[in-house]
């Protein structure tokens, strides 16, 4: 919770975000060691994967330059990104109007929604879209911070039903109806 | 002329019932997106692309046009009302239309900057019929090694000059690339980057792609900072504009318009070029230049009309060269590709009524942007009061039903995630977002070409130049890539960032 | 001493605010006023902006008692106000109250509630004339 006070003598003015500044981290970001390391892992993967392809005889050039260039490429690209980061140098976090850039990340709130997503994976197709598609709206909401969770299960449940039935009737995609087949 | 014929034949077309109702939508649903900050033109079409599968693809591009522009408009209302502490805003008309708001003169910057929109649309809509298939015509005769040189030059541009880090513009793209590896090779059949899952064999459709990276990544990174001191919303009543604020808005607006549409239609010209220098070329030319900086409204005709002509310029390379340099034209390409169309310079020839209802729709869609949205403008400011975590339900709902109708498979939805997961790591590193959906979407286009003109020189590298305009076009790329950092050190300066915020934030 | 006043830019906010005024007057206490916000709208209402927290300090400057005026961000409105009366441990919270009809009752959360319940010192509730 962030706060700010104002008493009869004026005290400084609140950090108003300028754009580019990123109060929480000063010095190396460490984090982008991490996607050094993955883009490496990418790199590298895909130029083994590229090994396992056959050159076709009317082809000179084969399915596996591309790869080989883009793998390659990626590789460096990691390595420059990791000199990059021991150099200090960090990427501009993406600010928009909606962001107060000297918060601290709330990384325990996206992980509430992954949560939720994994959820919906798991249950999309034994439950069906009707029911998980309500789960998905009213739980996503609950772990933004809403408190009325009977209103956003209600609002999720229009939904989800009346996706389906759209997606159904009206584009002839058939959703599916999990437990609830045959009522639907 | 033959196009105008054309034109009016897709006007006629156009203006179907089902046809306005479709622009429409666009329209409001594009300025819906637009106002809500961070939520912009490219999220929408990524999400209605599973609902588009139904509908013919006229229609459904009438649409996405309308989304487009709609999405413009509803991005300057939002920078002109939210009342935004200081220099936060980049985008030059909220530097001067908020500060006009301030003085109480909100209703005008709105109505400068509707009408502006609306001017420099029409008449940028116009010069896309007149370049577009003269572009066209020239370019058919193009063969394999140009048409790749030329993507590549797009690529290129649009991943080394924008952006504050030419590093991260290549780590973006090359991630579009790998991305776009996945699936069946073209030639030879065999499956690439498929992870050992047949699962994976096939491409990974644009939508989840797009949806998750858009959509489920924007939401994301929301999340991680969803609270922050509310700004206050500046009141308006109905938007309009006196008789002294025409008299000065109509010659920014035309020389807006004419700096925009030429940045629109080149590679990695974006908006933010044009704008900047219309503001400051109004600012040289007007009478009372002091008052630039407290809400000067030649500041605002300009830098919108110059924003809009630069969508609308967007439309000759796509149109005609099959060619998308923003990223709402990148999923729109993705869309045609869905639809079976296959874009590039035939296409003005092989569906000349899409093309022509579409240009005659980005016509019909602008009016209906001015008739619609200019009435609308205090309603469109109450949807900032929406509180977040109800908008990014919605979309985290959306983007998941998107997902499943794909295949109807989990699998889409676990991609889907991975994707959001990307998206929220380009965010948090700064890497922008339209060098990576050009190499998804253009990465395997440009290996077939890249393929075709080697295999026609049988293999020797000289296949790829031994076109005029491929030789011509590498140099081109040559000198982009060495002259600006040249330049910067003999002038002793290191590189100056080019921030592509406001790309990411309006999300063209 | 303490008084704190549970504030919104409103007509409810303001009922409370004068209630509170003349209560800080009469124990001599001073007055603390909370103006809180979920911070999940890029909009809110009951968030004062600068021109009304400067309107709203001006007509606190003319009180004899010492005054404070906190603005804050957080997840839940009542946890954020009953915050500010534990930490000054106050005598009294003053709030604002609202007609709500049935399905109101039944569909939107109450912070007052919420107040009158978790308050550790006793609550006054008025509403506006």
């Known amino acids: 919770m962030s706060t700010t006070s104002r008493t009869p003598p004026p005290s400084a003015p609140d950090g108003a975000p300028d754009g580019a500044h990123d109060g929480a981290h000063d010095g190396i970001d460490k984090a982008q060691y991490g996607l050094a390391v993955l883009l490496a892992a990418l790199g590298v993967y895909t130029i083994i994967d590229a090994t396992t392809l056959k050159v076709g005889f009317a082809d000179p ?99 989800s039903v009346g996706s389906w039935y759209f997606f159904y009737s009206g584009l002839d995609i058939p959703l599916s109806p999990g437990i609830l087949d045959g009522i639907l | ?220 990174w929301v999340a991680a900072h969803l609270r922050s001191k509310p700004l206050g919303i500046i009141p308006v009543g109905q938007p309009f504009l006196g008789r002294e604020d025409w008299a000065r808005s109509w010659k920014p607006w035309l020389r807006g318009t004419a700096l925009g549409f030429p940045f629109g239609a080149v590679p990695a010209g974006g908006a933010e070029t044009p704008t900047f220098l219309s503001y400051l070329l109004e600012r040289r030319l007007a009478r009372n230049s002091d008052e630039f900086g407290h809400g000067a409204i030649e500041g605002v005709a300009g830098p919108e009309a110059a924003n809009n002509a630069s969508a609308a310029g967007t439309f000759v390379p796509l149109l005609a060269l099959g060619l998308p340099v923003t990223a709402t034209a990148t999923i729109m390409l993705a869309a045609m590709q869905g639809f079976g169309i296959q874009p590039g310079p035939q296409l003005m020839e092989s569906e000349p009524d899409l093309v022509w209802t579409l240009l005659a729709s980005l016509l019909i869609g602008n009016t209906l942007l001015l008739v619609l949205n200019l009435p609308l403008a205090p309603l469109w400011a109450r949807l900032l009061q929406t509180p977040r975590p109800y908008l990014y339900s919605g979309i985290l709902f959306f983007a998941s039903l998107g997902a ?78 060495l002259v600006p950092p040249l330049v910067a050190r003999l002038r002793g300066e290191p590189d100056s960032p080019r921030r592509e915020r406001e790309e990411q934030m309006s999300d063209r | 001493m303490t008084v704190v006043v549970g504030y919104l830019p409103d007509q409810y906010g303001r009922a409370a605010l004068a209630a509170g005024i003349e209560e800080s007057r009469l124990r001599g206490a001073r007055l603390v006023v909370v103006n809180a916000t979920k911070g999940d709208a890029w909009v809110d209402k009951s968030f004062a902006d600068e021109q009304q927290v400067s309107e709203l300090e001006s007509e606190l400057s003319g009180l004899e008692v010492g005054y404070e005026v906190r603005q804050s961000v957080g997840p839940d409105l009542a946890d954020q106000v009953l915050d500010v009366v534990r930490e000054t441990e106050a005598r009294l919270l003053v709030i604002g109250l609202r007609h709500r009809t049935p399905a109101g009752k039944l569909f939107l959360g109450s912070t007052a509630q919420q107040l009158l319940m978790g308050s550790p010192c006793p609550v006054l509730a008025v509403k506006p004339d």
Request: with cysteine; proline share 5%; hydrophobic share 55%.
């Open chain 2, 1 to 220: 002329m033959d196009s105008l014929s054309l034109l009016w034949d897709g006007l006629q077309a156009a203006m179907t019932p089902s046809n306005l109702v479709y622009a429409a939508l666009g329209v409001l649903l594009g300025t819906f997106v637009g106002v809500l900050p961070g939520i912009g033109p490219a999220m929408a079409v990524a999400l209605l692309l599973p609902v588009t599968n139904g509908m013919e693809p006229t229609q459904a591009f009438i649409m996405f046009a309308g989304i487009y522009y709609g999405g413009m408009y509803g991005g300057s209302t939002t920078s002109i009302l939210l009342n935004t502490p200081g220099e936060s805003a980049s985008v030059m008309t909220a530097i001067e239309g908020n500060k006009m708001a301030k003085n109480g003169r909100a209703a005008q910057a709105l109505a400068t900057a509707a009408i502006g929109s609306f001017v420099a649309g029409t008449i940028g809509t116009l010069l896309v019929v007149f370049f577009a298939p003269a572009m066209a015509e020239v370019a058919v005769g193009v063969g394999a090694p140009s048409y790749f040189a030329m993507m590549l030059l797009a690529v290129v541009l649009v991943t080394s000059v924008l952006g504050s880090s030419k590093l991260r513009g290549f780590i973006g793209l090359f991630l579009g690339l790998t991305i776009g590896l996945v699936g069946l090779d073209l030639s030879t059949g065999q499956p690439r980057l498929d992870f050992g899952s047949a699962l994976l064999a096939g491409r990974i459709d644009v939508v989840v792609v797009a949806v998750g990276i858009f959509a489920l990544g924007e939401a994301l």
């Open chain 1, 61 to 159: 050039v084969g399915p596996r330059l591309f790869p080989y260039l883009i793998g390659a490429v990626m590789v460096v690209l990691s390595v420059l990104l990791a000199l990059s980061t021991a150099r200090g140098e960090r990427g501009e976090q993406e600010t928009g109007e909606d962001i107060d850039p000297d918060a601290r990340p709330d990384l325990v709130t996206v992980l509430k929604l992954v949560g939720i997503l994994v959820l919906n994976i798991a249950t999309v197709d034994v439950l069906g879209w009707a029911i998980t598609g309500a789960v998905v709206f009213a739980g996503c909401a609950w772990a933004l911070g809403s408190r009325t969770l009977l209103k956003d299960v209600v609002i999720g449940a229009v939904l």
């Open chain 2, 404 to 481: 499943y109708t794909v295949n109807q498979q989990p699998f889409d939805l676990f991609l889907l995630l991975l994707f959001g997961l990307l998206g929220f790591a380009i965010r948090r590193f700064g890497v922008p977002v339209l060098p990576l959906i050009l190499g998804v979407i253009l990465g395997p286009l440009m290996e077939v070409k890249l393929r075709e003109a080697l295999a026609l020189s049988d293999g020797s590298p000289s296949g790829l130049v031994n076109e005029v305009l491929a030789v011509l076009i590498y140099v081109v790329i040559a000198l982009a890539l």
